[in-house]
C-alpha cells in the first residue's frame, strides 16, 4: 500500500471513467437480456412498504467496496430495499466515518479481494454480487502510476470475477468506467460501437484495467453462464466521500476546498474542460434497476449527454453554498479529455420508464455542501 494515497484532508483534480474489437456476444442493436426471475408488478400493500422493494427483500447481496462513495449508497438502498448486505471492504479508501448508521445492518466481511481466497470467501453465499472495489484517484495520481493503477485494479477484478464464478450467485453486476474510452472519439461517447485506439490518456493503466475487465466479464458470462451486467460511471460525487489529498475526485475536492474557505480557487487545466456529473445515489439506484430489469449483454453507459464545464461547476458551487469566490486556472495541470459525455440511448431504452435521474445537479451540489456543513460544522 505504500504509495498508494490515503484518505485524509486536502488542489483540484478531476478524476473520473468498449470493448476491444467485437467481444463475444456483441451485438449491433442495444440488448438487455432478460433472466429467468419473476418482474411482478407490486402488490397494492406494497404501497405501505415504500421502502420496500419486492425484488431485493430478504435476498443476498455482496457489495466488493461497500464503504466506498458509491458502495455505501448502494448498499443503504440495499438495507432500505430489505436485502440481506454482505458489505465486502479492505478499508484502504473507503471507512465508516460517514456511514456509521449502516452497521448493524449489514454484514461485514472485510476482506482485501486482491488475495484471491479471500475474495471467494467474502462472496459466499451471495445471490447477487455488485463488484465496485477499485483503487481510482484524480488524475494527478492515475497518470504517474499507470502500471500500479493497471496491475492493482487488474488484480482484483480478477479475483472478483473467479469469486463470481466459483460462487455462482443468480446474477453480478461490475463496475467498469468512462475511462475505457478514448480521448479522440466521438461526443457523446457511446457504448453502442466497438472502441479503437488508447483510453483515455489521464487514466491509461486504469482504463486499461477497466477494458480487461469488461472483455473479461463477457467471457465469463459466456463460459459460466452467470448474467454478468457490466456498468460504465462517468465521473460519480456525493456525500459520504472519504478525501485522498490531491486525489481526490472533483466535486468533493472541490466542494471542501471552497467551504474550508480558498480563496482564489486553483482550478487544474482550462478550467473548460466539461463533464457530466451523477449523483452516487442515482448511479446506485440505476445498478440496482438494472439487476432488476435483467442484465445487460455488454458495457452500458451510466452517465448524461447535458456536461457542465469545469468552471461553471464551481461557480455553481459557490453561489448554492452563498460564497463569493475567485477563479484561477493551473494550466501546468492535467486536464483529461476536453468534453466527458455520455450517450445513454441503451440504458434508456432498457430501462424503459424506470429510467430516470432523480438528483439533479444543483440538487446534489445542494446535497453536497450541506452535508460537507453538518458533518464539519466547524469549517461551515
Ligand atoms: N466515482 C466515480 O466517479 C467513478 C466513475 C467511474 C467508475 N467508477 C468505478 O465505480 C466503482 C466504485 O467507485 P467509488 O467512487 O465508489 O470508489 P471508492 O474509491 O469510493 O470506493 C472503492 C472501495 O473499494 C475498496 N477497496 C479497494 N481495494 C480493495 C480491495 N483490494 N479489497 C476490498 N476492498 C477494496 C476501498 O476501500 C473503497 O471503499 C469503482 O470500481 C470505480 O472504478 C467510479
Given at each position: ?52 422493494n419486492?425484488?431485493y427483500?430478504?435476498k443476498?447481496v455482496?457489495v466488493?467496496?461497500g ?7 448502494l448498499c443503504e438502498e440495499l438495507v432500505a430495499r430489505g436485502a440481506q448486505v454482505?458489505l ?17 445492518q449489514v ?21 447477487y454480487?455488485f ?153 446506485a439506484?440505476?445498478?440496482l ?92
Open positions: 500500500m505504500g504509495r498508494w494515497p490515503v484518505p485524509a484532508t486536502g488542489s483540484v483534480a478531476v478524476s473520473d471513467s468498449d470493448p476491444p474489437d467485437e467481444p463475444p456476444g456483441f451485438t449491433a442493436e442495444p440488448a438487455v437480456k432478460p433472466v429467468a426471475k419473476e418482474f411482478t408488478v407490486s402488490p397494492p400493500e406494497a404501497s405501505l412498504r415504500p421502502l420496500m419486492s425484488f427483500e430478504g443476498k455482496a466488493t467496496g464503504l466506498g462513495l458509491i458502495g455505501s449508497f454482505i465486502i471492504d479492505d478499508e484502504s479508501k473507503g471507512s465508516w466515518k460517514y456511514i456509521g448508521g449502516l452497521k448493524g454484514e461485514y466481511r472485510q476482506a482485501d479481494i486482491a488475495d484471491p481466497k479471500a475474495a471467494v470467501d467474502s462472496v459466499a453465499g451471495a445471490e454480487v463488484h465496485l472495489a477499485s483503487r481510482a484517484y484524480g488524475v494527478g495520481f492515475s497518470q504517474k502510476n499507470n502500471f500500479e493503477m493497471f496491475r492493482f485494479n487488474d488484480l482484483v477484478n480478477t479475483n472478483a470475477l473467479d469469486a463470481i464464478a466459483a460462487n455462482k450467485p443468480q446474477q453480478a453486476l461490475v463496475v467498469s468506467s468512462s475511462c475505457v474510452y478514448t480521448d479522440e472519439g466521438p461526443t457523446p461517447m457511446s457504448d453502442c460501437q466497438p472502441i479503437s485506439g488508447e483510453p483515455e490518456r489521464v487514466n491509461w493503466g486504469y482504463g486499461w484495467a477497466k477494458r480487461i475487465l469488461e472483455q473479461k466479464a463477457l467471457i465469463y458470462q459466456k463460459e459460466t453462464g452467470i448474467p454478468i451486467s457490466v456498468v460504465r460511471p462517468f465521473n460519480i460525487y456525493g456525500e459520504h466521500y472519504n478525501w485522498v489529498g490531491d486525489s481526490s475526485q472533483a466535486i468533493p475536492m472541490l466542494t471542501k476546498r471552497l467551504l474550508d474557505g480558498e480563496n482564489p480557487m486553483v482550478i487544474w487545466g482550462t478550467g473548460n474542460q466539461r463533464r457530466n456529473y451523477i449523483h452516487g445515489l442515482d448511479c439506484r440505476i445498478m434497476q438494472i439487476v432488476e430489469n435483467g442484465y445487460f449483454e455488454r458495457p452500458v453507459n451510466l452517465g448524461r449527454e447535458e456536461t457542465v464545464s469545469v468552471k461553471e461547476l464551481v461557480q455553481r458551487l459557490a453561489e448554492l453554498a452563498g460564497i463569493k469566490t475567485e477563479l484561477v486556472c493551473d494550466r501546468t495541470k492535467p486536464e483529461g479529455r476536453f468534453i466527458k459525455s455520455a450517450d445513454s440511448k441503451l440504458l434508456m431504452a432498457a430501462l424503459g420508464d424506470n429510467f430516470d435521474w432523480k438528483i439533479s445537479l444543483g440538487e446534489g451540489l445542494k446535497r453536497m455542501i450541506d452535508w460537507y456543513r453538518q458533518t464539519f460544522s466547524d469549517k461551515s
